[in-house]
């Protein structure tokens, strides 16, 4: 069996888990964590509202200075990722 999974684990699977993609022995440690876990239910959960809420917004919705900013950062997250 493998070893339980914690709660810095979780936080870092939860886009995958979210997006279906955690093989079936992650997705199993990871349910299994938010049965006895209640802050990482509810980090679950805030996750699943801010994606909620994001997928709301359109781009003429923001101000252009804030959409400029908003790229600048993911431009600057993915160079650090690469």
Do not use: N
């Not at 939860?14 to 992650?26: K, P, R």
């Not at 990482?40 to 809420?53: S, Y």
């Not at 804030?66 to 950062?73: K, N, P, R, T």
């Amino acid at each position: 069996m493998a070893a339980e999974l914690t709660c810095k684990e979780l936080v870092e699977l939860v886009t995958e888990y979210l997006d279906g993609a955690l093989s079936l022995d992650e997705l199993e440690r990871f349910e299994e964590h938010l049965v006895y876990c209640a802050p990482c239910v509810t980090h679950v959960e805030q996750m699943r509202d801010t994606i909620r809420l994001v997928g709301a917004v359109r781009e003429e919705d923001l101000d252009p200075v804030v959409a400029d900013e908003l790229l600048a950062a993911f431009r600057g997250w993915r160079e650090d990722t690469a």
